[in-house]
C-alpha cells in the first residue's frame, strides 16, 4: 500500500485499525465494530482480511499468534500512529462543521 493511499483512511480502514488497539482476530473485529456502532458500519469478511494483508505488508499491524485457523494481530507503533493522525483530522473535520453550522442556524 502506497504512503499516498494512506492520507486518509477509509471507514473500514479506520474501523479495523481502531479496533486493534485490542489484540484481535478478523470476526472479532467484525463484531467488535458493529457493537462500537451501534450496527450503522458492518464490515465484511473480505474487507477486514484484505486490508489485514496489506496493512501487515506495511507494518502497520503485526500477527501476534495463530490459534487452530485464527491470526491474531494488534497494531505496530506505526499503525498507532497512523490512527492517531486520523483522528485528529476527523476531529478537525467535525470541529471546522461545527463552526460552519453554528453560524449558519444564526
Known amino acids: 500500500m502506497a504512503k499516498q493511499q494512506l492520507d486518509t483512511l477509509t471507514e473500514?480502514?479506520?474501523?479495523i485499525l481502531l479496533a486493534l488497539t485490542?489484540?484481535?482476530h478478523g470476526y472479532?473485529?467484525?463484531k467488535s465494530t458493529a457493537e462500537l456502532t451501534k450496527g450503522r458500519v458492518n464490515l465484511g469478511a473480505g474487507t477486514v482480511y484484505n486490508l489485514l494483508k496489506r496493512f501487515d505488508?506495511?507494518?502497520i499491524v503485526e500477527?501476534?499468534?495463530v490459534e487452530e485457523r485464527r491470526k491474531l494481530y494488534r497494531l505496530t507503533p506505526k499503525g498507532k500512529t497512523?490512527?492517531?493522525e486520523e483522528y485528529k483530522r476527523l476531529s478537525n473535520q467535525v470541529s471546522d462543521g461545527k463552526e460552519i453550522l453554528?453560524?449558519?442556524?444564526?
Open 12 to 15: 473500514p480502514m479506520y474501523y
Open 22 to 24: 485490542e489484540e484481535r
Open 28 to 30: 472479532d473485529i467484525i
Open 57 to 59: 505488508e506495511e507494518g
Open 63 to 65: 500477527k501476534t499468534k
Open 82 to 84: 497512523i490512527l492517531e
Open 102 to 106: 453554528k453560524g449558519a442556524s444564526k
